[in-house]
T-cell receptor, first 115, second 114 residues
Framework: AQTVTQSQPEMSVQEAETVTLSCTYDTSESDYYLFWYKQPPSRQMILVIRQEAYKQQNATENRFSVNFQKAAKSFSLKISDSQLGDAAMYFCAYRVQGGSEKLVFGKGTKLTVNP | GAVVSQHPSWVICKSGTSVKIECRSLDFQATTMFWYRQFPKQSLMLMATSNEGSKATYEQGVEKDKFLINHASLTLSTLTVTSAHPEDSSFYIC??????????FGPGTRLTVL
């Protein structure tokens, strides 16, 4: 069974600084997707970034970028120039390509941004 | 972007009653919708996968007779919590899958059972 592990229950960062959230996963599949979702206090899930496993190039979305290490099954999220609005729960998620296409979530990391 | 709505956003009910939660994809058709449950300060737990026109597929440990799911159209799926009890109090989130297999999440429904 696929599992997603986020080893950092909580992280904090100073405004304008950079922070990296860790995620590892376990799968025997070769084709899959990885995601980072943000859940602010409103609890609306927001897609931050997505990575296809077949792509070697790391995905980037403005201030958000990932370090995808397929062999190590690692998928970390880097947030640059952190803003107060980045404060939220961040969930790493995995989905196999094809099949049921359901998402498997990690337990989440609570990010605090200090002014 | 694709929008998914849930109704109601918050419901309080008495123990023993049934509650229906609606999940709608507003500007796209969703052949597949997913229902999640989230306890305070925890992650999302998938309850079931709902496909339009067919029976839902429930995750292990989820009671099918207690959490009834109906996906009657390409834009609407409903979750009915039957004979609700205080332990069913939780945050329920749906997501709808568009073409290209992208999932879009609803804003969630907070259920409180007294």
């Amino acid at each position: 069974a696929q599992t997603v592990t986020q080893s950092q229950p909580e992280m904090s960062v100073q405004e304008a600084e950079t922070v990296t959230l860790s995620c590892t996963y376990d799968t025997s599949e070769s084709d899959y997707y990885l995601f980072w979702y943000k859940q602010p206090p409103s609890r609306q899930m927001i897609l931050v970034i997505r990575q296809e496993a077949y792509k070697q190039q790391n995905a980037t979305e403005n201030r958000f970028s990932v370090n995808f290490q397929k062999a190590a099954k690692s998928f970390s999220l880097k947030i640059s120039d952190s803003q107060l609005g980045d404060a939220a729960m961040y969930f790493c998620a995995y989905r196999v390509q094809g099949g049921s296409e359901k998402l498997v979530f990690g337990k989440g990391t609570k990010l605090t941004v200090n002014p | 972007g694709a929008v998914v709505s849930q109704h109601p956003s918050w419901v309080i009910c008495k123990s023993g009653t049934s509650v229906k939660i609606e999940c709608r994809s507003l500007d796209f058709q969703a052949t597949t919708m997913f229902w999640y449950r989230q306890f305070p300060k925890q992650s999302l737990m998938l309850m079931a996968t709902s496909n339009e026109g067919s029976k839902a597929t429930y995750e292990q440990g989820v009671e099918k007779d207690k959490f009834l799911i109906n996906h009657a159209s390409l834009t609407l799926s409903t979750l009915t919590v039957t004979s609700a009890h205080p332990e069913d109090s939780s945050f329920y989130i749906c997501s709808a899958q568009s073409t290209g297999a992208r999932q879009f999440f609803g804003p969630g429904t907070r259920l409180t059972v007294l």
